[in-house]
């Protein structure tokens, strides 16, 4: 069955200027697609370009290179203001630290109508008001919530209001940007069992952007691990875990601890070499890494001639 | 073996203008010579406060000690003058915090830092220090130690200063070292590096770790005992494979049950502990946990549970364990655990008896 592509994004690039006539390939050249109905997770360390990807897709930051096809259309492209405000509501984003994503001095109510008034989807007060506590309630909080102001709820509850701010327009799909970093194991648990909830109810589509492997695992279905601005491994959720080919994928892998005392004690964590030059310096230079190459249906691995060999002999 | 520290009945509170937050209500352990205590808990349980009380951090006013001794070495660290403890502290007991990018000061170059210490506690000035500085810098496994001597913070990535702050904390061979969340703002490739260098320091010079950390994976890659805080208090403590396969405490279970595993199935939600932490300005009656509790029975919301002996090594403060409780089956992800690994503990067996979930 041919699935519909949701997102398409084309070898996107995004260099910063850092002086000098040197900048920061802080994403490099990356091509991969989204689904319609699926958790694409992206994982990688500090400095990878994860994120700096998710901010580049909803156009937070103009892209270097590369193409950004969303149902079809490039939205980079997109400068009309009615195309701009038409891409805006069938895309949003749920930001990591709940504590400065949300303005402290609008009250709970404008920040989740903020979208609703700008896109004119109430017609009346009575009814922005009633989307504002349907909204509410569909995140687990309650309709007294909505006069108060954000320092007066906790991580979580702040977390579940940004959440609920990015339902508010009925976008087609989400981009959390690791969205339960900064909370609590129990609080952590709670979220993400909402957005699958609601990804299940609405029909979202989400690109999940965390470095927690373990609930990155729970949350995905397919799962892609980027390294200094490249993507080197994009596979199923269970195929990355039962079988990592790129060795920054085993490293990363082999790194996490889990929360039992026996398979601790025998752990081996594996230490990936790099060979790249790392994401600064100048525009001109290629830091290209070897293509990648389908190892399986599904399974795409950066890996060079010599590298696919090696793996297609250890197979036999 | 021997006690080096040994906290009873501590309590902190802080004076605020909304009222009296009781952070540590009634905390005791001992840690023993050369082993690694975790302690665990979410934001708020008051574990980076009990580690603060211990040396001697918090700031008076608002906070205080109201009640309970922290002995060392026959010394009550609660009761010490300033002057008395500031022989202690970064001594005997030193402490490296979360944080590498605000704990280091960043006008003064890697080696003053370091030397600080050591001039202060041991004397050591000139060659001597550099010397030593040199020796920690390589224990501490920094490259090129010589170089860094003149460095400054800044020219330093997050996993290298976080080793500058372990070296700061080891310059004077302490016989405690309080780790609060030392890797929590690192990735999980320069979190295994440090957590190696912890274990292999501890194996060379003997010192005794507090390892304050949310992450049950880190715990369970760390340590020989846990103990287990919520609201306060001390909710469980046993040896590390007591409280990862034989868990006792309904919250214990929850922390352990919210945690993704790789072997989970992705269509079932996650076992989350509904609600908040209660708020310690005005603590709930009875067991703070109780409205959290999917376990709770009318008594936990009117008596607080007494701390049960479940082994010599294992304890867990819950009324399930009283001798008149109902059997109760803990979530399934702790009974898999247990049947995996303790299939012969009286907490594996006691499932078979059905009841409640």
Redesign the interface.
Known sequence: MEREKLLEVKNLKQHFKIGRGRVVKAVDGISFDIYKGEVLGLVG??GCGKSTTGRTIIGLYDATDGDVVFKGENVHEKKSKADKLKFNRAMQMIFQDPYASLNPRMTVADIIAEGIDIHGLAKTKEDRMNRVYDLLETVGLTKEHASRYPHEF?G??RQRIGIARALAVEPDFIIADEPISAL???????V??LM??LQRDRDLTYLFIA?D???V???SDRIGVMYQGHLVELAT?DRL?ENPIHAYTK??LS??????????RT?K?IV?ESTSKGPVGRSDEDSSIPPLREVEPGHYVSLTDEEYEAYKAQLV | METILSVRDLEVSFHTYAGTVQAVRGVSFDLKKGETLAIVG??GSGKSVTSKAIMRLIPNPPGEITNGEIMFEGKDLAKLSEKEMLKIRGRDIAMIFQDPMTSLNPTMTIYKQIAEGLKQHQGLTGEDAKKRTLELLTLVGIPNPEARLKQYPHQLSGGMRQRIVIAIALACNPKVLIADEPTTAL??????QI??LLKDIQQKTGTAIIFIT????????MADRVAVMYAGRLVEKGT??EI??EPRHPYTW???G?????T?D?NE??????G?PPNLLDPPKGDAFAPRNPYAMKIDFEKEPPMFQVSDTHFASSWLLHPQAPAVNPPRAIRE?ALK?RPDSAFAKSFTKGGAE
């Open positions: 360390e500090s906790s979580g509850q609590d194991v129990s609080i952590q648990a709670q993400v069992n699958k909830e470095h492997l373990s609930m695992k729970y949350i959720a875990y490293s990363l790194a996490i601890p889990l929360p039992d005392p026996e398979h601790e752990r964590r990936y | 979410e934001s990735d999980v490739t320069i979190q295994a957590l190696e949310h992450d049950l994976g880190v715990v369970a890659n590390v494979d990862f396969y929850g922390l352990l919210s945690m993704p595993r790789p989970d992705r939600a996650l076992p989350a502990i509904p908040t655990l690994y």
